[in-house]
């Protein structure tokens, strides 16, 4: 089962570093996955998903890596900027059935952007 | 840019008491989502709603929920009697077909 902590996983980095945010996911009949920021006070915003027939996707400063091996997926910023600093959740669902569309969070990682 | 809205950004009852949470997804979106985030936690899902009717719920979505979408553009979750531990920020989220879901920026309810 999934782990619930009220203790979230850091990452703590300079302005302009690159940065990279990692996630395991749970279930491997999942078919899509993706990446959410979440300010405070805020909800979670789409940053990037892609899907299990792929193992990388760019956006915009944004890159996501799938291993559908080991059920691994991260999120690589490039040149983090402080407006970057976030709660980042990754997200992963279902391809069909009742579940098409039910999100399963992960942990979540607090990524602070230092000037 | 369309936005999923949420109304009230901030609820206070008492234990016992009903609350009503209510959403407007984006004009043309088809699936509509409600999940809760415990202060310091991920967010959970709740209950997904698809053509007028509930597709999956969680073991959360017991019977002192319920979901309705009364006039084609509201999105409501109704809690009939509040416990402590429902205390949490919920989050009305939609998604037009097989794409990203829109997340609306939630509403805080607290249980005294």
């Known amino acids: 089962g999934e782990s619930v902590g009220l203790h979230l996983p850091t990452l703590s980095v300079q302005e302009g570093d690159n940065s990279i945010i990692n996630c395991a996911y749970s279930n491997s009949a999942s078919d899509y996955f993706i990446w959410y920021k979440q300010e405070s006070g805020k909800g979670p915003q789409f940053i990037i998903d892609i899907r299990s027939n792929m193992d990388k996707r760019q956006g915009q400063r944004v890159t996501v890596l799938l291993n559908k091996t080991v059920k691994h997926l991260s999120l690589q910023i490039a040149a983090t900027q402080p407006g970057d600093s976030a709660v980042y959740f990754c997200a992963e669902s279902l391809a069909g059935g009742t579940s098409y569309g039910k999100l399963t969070f992960g942990q979540g990682t607090i990524l602070t952007v230092h000037p | 840019e369309p936005e999923v809205t949420q109304t009230p950004s901030h609820q206070v009852t008492q234990m016992g008491q009903e609350v009503i949470l209510r959403c407007v997804p984006i004009?043309?979106?088809?699936?509509f989502y409600w999940y809760r985030q415990i202060l310091g936690q991920k967010v959970e899902f709740l209950v997904s709603?698809?053509?007028?009717?509930?597709?999956?719920k969680s073991e959360i979505f017991d019977d002192q929920f319920s979901v309705e979408r009364p006039d084609g553009s509201n999105f409501t979750l109704k809690i009939r009697s509040t416990k402590l531990e429902d205390s949490a920020m919920y989050f009305c989220?939609?998604?037009?077909?097989?794409?990203?879901?829109?997340f609306g920026p939630g509403t805080r309810l607290t249980v005294l």
């Open positions: 709603f698809y053509n007028n009717e509930i597709s999956e």
């Open positions: 989220a939609s998604r037009r077909g097989r794409n990203e879901q829109f």
């Open positions: 004009s043309n979106h088809l699936y």
